[in-house]
Structure formats: structure tokens, C-alpha cells
């Protein structure tokens, strides 16, 4: 093989196929990149069986071949060459040959024989989607995954597509956040759960344009994100997921409309005198017009903040982990936020009035 | 006590005094600012012993007073707080109510009757600097001062005024870094050595204006640093500092004069084919007027890079540690830099004609 390129088009390639590099294993497969030239396109793959990706760089073949470098080298070293044109020449015993303006690096490769290319996933059933949009779903949801690996299903994310909507939903067993949008088409019904490791990936590598499309096509077993010169194939988290449907509910007791910044600020302020180790509540005393936040701190020291509401129904005292609030109050773009409460133990919604955001919350219980 | 100034002073005068609040320390007043109001001043002090800083800041005074508060916590709160004025009034119970538009917020401290002012030292000998300078002389050369405690005086920088010129020298027993500046006006001579973290913390505090001034002032065994509001003193290091003078030489067999970055960005990449644990040196040729860097990894893999330069003496083949070039190119801002050498066992100096810096690099020893 012997391409060339532009220093900036292949660290593209590299920083994008990267993310599929296993960090950990001892196969030497999976902590390489393919760097694979057909006589009309070169192709950068990388695929730690969980994930693969495969970009298409811009550049010059001379002549066709494949080598399998290892990533964490090429990586470092293409970031460290000037801005200029990059050669790679392969010889037959898999050394690789970089050359750019004065600097020449032999780097030992393999074959690429026997690398694991992405799966073939049938373009059946697909949706199409903006990079924005995809992105912001992601960001809006993908805090309240669990990490627990033990409950497999809770690191992922559902994906359900019913008519012209998608929904996207994440719980962790104290909290589910879900984000509707809706598509400009509509299409056959579908419900897969994509690992959160994929989308915080897929995330990081959309450059987030609104008029920028991703095509997500899907199996039983994988997904596809098909954008760009680039493609991502993940596999898909097996098993149903919890019902949802059945835990969310438009009744309530309590309703108010608050300042989301001047809530967010206060929460955070409070977390001051709540000590990791404590796992102390922050309680909120929901009366009249206004929300009064008041802690005592094991130390002695204290917070009594005050927040204007416009209020509907009953007031009310309950308590909640700070974290869980922020989380969902921080992803959120609306400069006001309605919450709904029926009682000290029953689960808040945060959602706005087409409910294309809802995000539950459980209380703590407090003293009385 | 009862003050009140904006979010934004009282932020920025904990970010200065913060430098010289112990983070190790159990003893409660090393930990703590103390914030002191006299009747026309408001002063945020701190003191963990080796270094102490004071600043004034702008605000209003109702009652003079004075009170002790935890650094950590106090700093987080205001950070969180809204940008609009702050009241902070002390009761007889060393409790301090800090107010900011609707939050409140109660902490314990202490009278600040036991804390640790700074020391008086005498302004008899000073010389004046721009923090420019100050801030440029430190980047230039803390970067080889020990971190090795039990070589105490290699932990600080050595600054010798003679006639109009400061000279600021640090060393490791592999480097040394000088540089030379000429002040506005002559001074007494004196020396004196100062702890590294002093200066690392001054030069996180100095604005770097060209037209700002600090004034430095010196005892026996403390420095006196101000400027704007803000007084920094700290210790001295005792003992007398390395006669490097006998260590410099204007001689040489083998001068070269050689592109910075191109230089710099050559050995960087050597970097990523010799692993941490090898130690092994870069090893370089120079010959006619050219400089080869040639490298054989453990792996198997090398590089092979050819940089030009214009030659004075004989060719030398010669190894280094290559972080130490490194460190001392980056902080040159010349293009070009002339290095001089004797053969490969004696130091080499990078130089420039005024010798305003001088970093002299001892080889490491190579196989013939």
C-alpha cells in the first residue's frame, strides 16, 4: 500500500475511529486501526467487537493494501507532525513507512489479514434523524444510565420509534429520564436498547449539525449509525425493557413553575453543607408562593434560601438526593420548569406541557 | 464585623489569598481565611506558615471587626453565589451570616484571635520589577528546580541582583536555567534563594502587566512581594546556593545554530519510540550542517530525521535525556537558538549572544 494524505484529513480519520480502540484488552487486533486502500478509497477501521467504526479519508492512492497499526502510536505520532502531507508506505514485512516533510517513522504493523471488519447490518428498517437532534437526545438522557454492569439493561438506552416519534428513555432505579422528538417522517415501530458506552461515542464524534443527517439502520443484534464518511456499528443490549409507561402519571397534588437557574444555583449551593458520606437529603418546604430551602449541616453551619413560585394545589414538604435534581434541571434549556408532586413519597415529574422532555424523580423520605 | 462588597471582589481576593491556605494541615488557622475590616479597609488574609498573603478589597464598611472562616468552604459558597453585592456580618458567636440576594447562609468560624498575621519585614532593600518580568523570569526557569526535599536548596530559585541586572538561576544536577534582566535602576547586591511553590504561587497571582510593577522587598529570612493591593511574604530558603559561575563556559568545539520548533517538535516525537522505563537517550548526530536524530525502539520500530542547521566546528555525536531539551526550548521564544558543545561528555548550553538566558544540559553517556 502507499497513499498520502493531509496530516489534518487522516488525524480526523484516527480521532474518529479511536473511540472503537480497546483500552484494555491484550489483543493486539483491537487495540489497532485498519488502514485499508482500495484503488478508489482509503478506509481507517477500528473494532473492539462491542463497537466498530469505519471513516473514509480524502487522500492519494498509488497503491492499494491494508496494514494494521497499533493506535495508541499512530495516534501520537501523527498529532506530533507538522501541517503537512503524510505518506504511508507499507513493505512486505508489514513496516510501515511514514513519512512527512523531514521526519520518518518505521513503524511495525500486521497483516490486517485477520482483522475484525464491522458486521454487514441489513438496511431494512432505518430512521433518519439530524446530528443535532441525535446529539441532544443523548445529552438529555444519558446521566441517568445505571453503571451497575450486574443490571445489564439499565446501561443502555431505549430507542422506541412509534409513527412520526422517537423516544428515548434511561433509568437507573431512583430516577427515568425520557426525551420525545419528533421525526419528519413516520415510520414502522421499533424498539431496540443501545449501550450508553455507543451513544457517549457517537456523541462525541457528531459534529452536531441541525441540517447534518445520521441514518440509523437496525437488526435484532445491531445497530448502525451511518453519517459522513462514517459509519459505527454497535451491538445491541438484549432483553426487554422495564415498562415505563405504567410508572408515569399526570396526576398531582402539587404544581409549581420555578426559575430554573435560580433553583439549579440553590441546589448547588446547598450541596455545600451535605457531605458525600452524609447522603443527607436536601428538603424543601413547598408553601404558598415561594420554596424555602433550609439545611443544617452536621457541623453546625446552615442555609435558609427563599425562591419565588407560581404555585397550584397543596403545599408540601419532601425531601430529594441534590444530585438527581441538578442532573435533569442541568439539561434542560427552558429558562422556567413546571414540577409536578403528589405527595412526600411519591415520585416529581420535571416536564413541560407537550411532555418532550419528563423526567421522574424519586424522593427520600425525611422525618416528619 | 459587618461588610458588604461585590460577588466579584470578594471572589477575587479568596483567589489570591487561597495560594497560601494549607490544604495538608490539621492545625484550624492554616486552613482558614481571615477576613478583617477596620474602619476604612476590608482585608482577606491567609497564612500556612511557609508563605502568607494579604489583599485588600473594595467594599463597604458598617462595622469594623474581624473573623476566621474555613478557606474551602467559604470559597465554594461564593463562587455558587449570583454576580450582585455580598454582606457578610459576624455575630458574638464567631458565626458568620453571608447574604446575596435571597441566600442566606450561616458559618461557624473563629474570633481570629490566635491567627497568624503576616510578618513585619523591613523595607530597607528592594528592587522594583514589571510583573511581566517577574512572571516571564519564573516560567523561564522553574522547570529545573528539584522536587527532591532532602536537596532543600535545589527546591528553590537563587535571585542575585548585582549593580542594574537580576539573575535568576535554578538547577537539578542535571541543568541549570539562568536568566539575566536588567532592571531600571541599580541596586545594592544581595542574594537570596526562593522556595519554588513561592514563586509558582506569586506567578498564578500576577496579572503579568508590562506596567505593573512589584516591588520586592528582602530580610534575612523572608521576601516581601507587592503589588496592586496585595502583600505576598514568604520564608527564605537558608544556605548558600551552587557556585555555578565555575560551571559556565564560553568555550566550544561544536556550534550550531538550529530552528526552534522544528528542533523542539523532532525530539517530541523521538519521545513517543523510548518508553519512560527505558531511560534511553536521544541520540544525535551532527554533521556538516546537518543534525540526524535516529531512533531503534525496543519493538522494533525507528525513526530517522534530518533537520538542517548552520555549523560552526566539529561534528559530534551526542545523547540527552530529551525531556531536559524539551523543557528548556519551550520556554525560549527566539526562532532560531545557537547551542554550543564541547564533546559528548561535557554540558552544552543553549545560549543567546547577550547571554539574557543561558540553560546548560548535561549529556547523558552513550556507546561509542
Known amino acids: 500500500m502507499k497513499i498520502s494524505c493531509s496530516k489534518q484529513a487522516l488525524m480526523n480519520g484516527i480521532n474518529i475511529v479511536s473511540k472503537a480502540v480497546s483500552t484494555k484488552s491484550t489483543m493486539t487486533n483491537l487495540q489497532c486501526i485498519l488502514i485499508e486502500s482500495s484503488l478508489s478509497e482509503i478506509r481507517l477501521i477500528a473494532n473492539d467487537i462491542e463497537l466498530g467504526i469505519e471513516t473514509i479519508i480524502e487522500g492519494t492512492i498509488v497503491e492499494a493494501g491494508k496494514i494494521a497499526l497499533d493506535a495508541k502510536l499512530l495516534s501520537d505520532y501523527i498529532r506530533k507532525l507538522p501541517d503537512s502531507e503524510v505518506t504511508i508506505e507499507t513493505n512486505a514485512n508489514n513496516i510501515a513507512n511514514i513519512r512527512c516533510e523531514r521526519s520518518k517513522f518505521n513503524i511495525h504493523g500486521t497483516s490486517g489479514d485477520d482483522f475484525n471488519y464491522l458486521p454487514e447490518v441489513e438496511k431494512n428498517r432505518y430512521i433518519s434523524l439530524s446530528q443535532f437532534t441525535l446529539k441532544e437526545v443523548i445529552r438529555q438522557t444519558i446521566f441517568s444510565i445505571s453503571s451497575q454492569e450486574n443490571t445489564k439493561i439499565m446501561t443502555g438506552e431505549l430507542f422506541e420509534v412509534s409513527g412520526n416519534y422517537l423516544r428515548v428513555v434511561s433509568l437507573d432505579g431512583h430516577r427515568i429520564s425520557i426525551r420525545k422528538v419528533e421525526l419528519k417522517e413516520s415510520y414502522d415501530s421499533m424498539k431496540v436498547i443501545i449501550p450508553g458506552k455507543t451513544l457517549n461515542d457517537i456523541s462525541k464524534i457528531l459534529n452536531g449539525g441541525a441540517d447534518d443527517e445520521v441514518l440509523l439502520y437496525v437488526t435484532d443484534r445491531h445497530i448502525l449509525f451511518e453519517f459522513e464518511n462514517t459509519k459505527v456499528v454497535s451491538r445491541l443490549l438484549e432483553g426487554e425493557f422495564y415498562k415505563i409507561d405504567q410508572m408515569l402519571s399526570n396526576d398531582y397534588e402539587t404544581k409549581f413553575t420555578i426559575n430554573k437557574k435560580e433553583f439549579f444555583d440553590c441546589i448547588d449551593r446547598s450541596t455545600l453543607l451535605i457531605s458525600e458520606s452524609d447522603k443527607k437529603p436536601i428538603i424543601m418546604n413547598i408553601e404558598n408562593s415561594s420554596i424555602y430551602l433550609k439545611i443544617d449541616s452536621s457541623r453546625g453551619d446552615s442555609m435558609n434560601?427563599?425562591?419565588?413560585?407560581?404555585?397550584?394545589?397543596?403545599?408540601?414538604?419532601?425531601?430529594?438526593?441534590?444530585?438527581?435534581?441538578?442532573?435533569?434541571?442541568?439539561?434542560?434549556?427552558?429558562?422556567?420548569?413546571?414540577?409536578?408532586?403528589?405527595?412526600?413519597?411519591?415520585p416529581c415529574f420535571i416536564r413541560n406541557a407537550d411532555n418532550s422532555y419528563i423526567y421522574l424523580i424519586l424522593p427520600v423520605s425525611i422525618a416528619a
Open 305 to 346: 434560601e427563599e425562591i419565588e413560585i407560581k404555585k397550584e394545589g397543596k403545599d408540601l414538604r419532601i425531601g430529594f438526593n441534590p444530585k438527581f435534581l441538578m442532573d435533569a434541571l442541568r439539561v434542560i434549556d427552558d429558562e422556567e420548569v413546571d414540577i409536578y408532586m403528589v405527595n412526600a413519597k411519591s
